[in-house]
């Protein structure tokens, strides 16, 4: 079965640092998401990406926050200058297909767990 | 503004016991829901994929059902077997819309 991959799948950074967050999603879908997990909290929504652009984001999606469909496969998220409250575990999803083109439901990743010390 | 909500939020039960978890929605527009199982520390796994136009799904010993009218679906787990403890999460997607809406879960645990 075909499955959303992310990497890495644990990290640590500094404070102020930045850092990349990169997904495989499946390779007909056109939707993209990042999702969010604070430890012990809800899964939060940040970014839905379709047709090289952002469809929605959550105000949790400030400018500190991007991302990028670099090449045809990989979909990532640049978090520009982390901050502790940043530390959770990142979910990056996709759906839909190119037959169909419908947005159907989402297919997850493992999740990265980031930690800002 | 959507809520999503889940209860109970933990339900600990001996092994066999037959399962209901309910998940409540506040917004009738909905697109589908879908119901999903996380272990802890780790990705959310696919369940069921319930469609608007749909009443229900079934998966082996899982059956999800949607009333749209009364904002309710609820996950019913037949059999429950120690394997099936986890945290069990329902996402609203509304029409119009790309971003799931989370409940915050409901936590089991079976009981060999």
């Known amino acids: 079965e075909p499955e959303v991959t992310q990497t890495p799948s644990h990290q640590v950074t500094q404070m102020g640092q930045e850092v990349i967050l990169r997904c495989v999603p499946i390779?007909?879908?056109?939707?993209f998401y990042w999702y969010r997990q604070i430890l012990g909290q809800k899964v939060e929504f940040l970014v839905s990406?379709?047709?090289?652009?952002?469809?929605?984001k959550s105000e949790i999606f400030d400018d500190q926050f991007s991302v990028e469909r670099p090449d045809g496969s990989n979909f990532t998220l640049k978090i520009r200058s982390t901050k502790l409250e940043d530390s959770a575990m990142y979910f990056c999803a996709s759906s839909g297909n190119m037959e169909t083109g419908g947005n159907y439901g989402y297919t997850f990743g493992s999740g990265t767990r980031l930690t800002v010390v | 503004k959507q809520e999503v909500t889940q209860i109970p939020a933990a339900l600990s039960v001996p092994e066999g016991e037959n399962l209901v978890l309910n998940c409540s929605f506040t917004d009738s527009a909905i697109y589908n829901l879908q119901w999903f199982r996380q272990d802890p520390g780790k990705g959310l796994t696919s369940l069921l994929l319930?469609?608007?136009?749909?009443r229900e799904q079934t998966s082996g010993r899982l059956n999800a059902s949607l009333d749209k009218s009364s904002g309710r679906s609820t996950l019913y787990i037949a059999a429950s077997q120690p394997g099936d403890s986890a945290t069990y999460l329902c996402?609203?997607?509304?029409?119009?819309?790309?971003?799931?809406?989370f409940g915050t879960g409901t936590r089991l645990k079976v009981l060999a």
């Open positions: 319930i469609q608007s136009s749909q």
């Open positions: 390779s007909n879908h056109l939707y």
């Open positions: 990406f379709y047709n090289n652009e952002i469809s929605e």
């Open positions: 996402a609203f997607l509304g029409s119009g819309t790309y971003k799931y809406i």
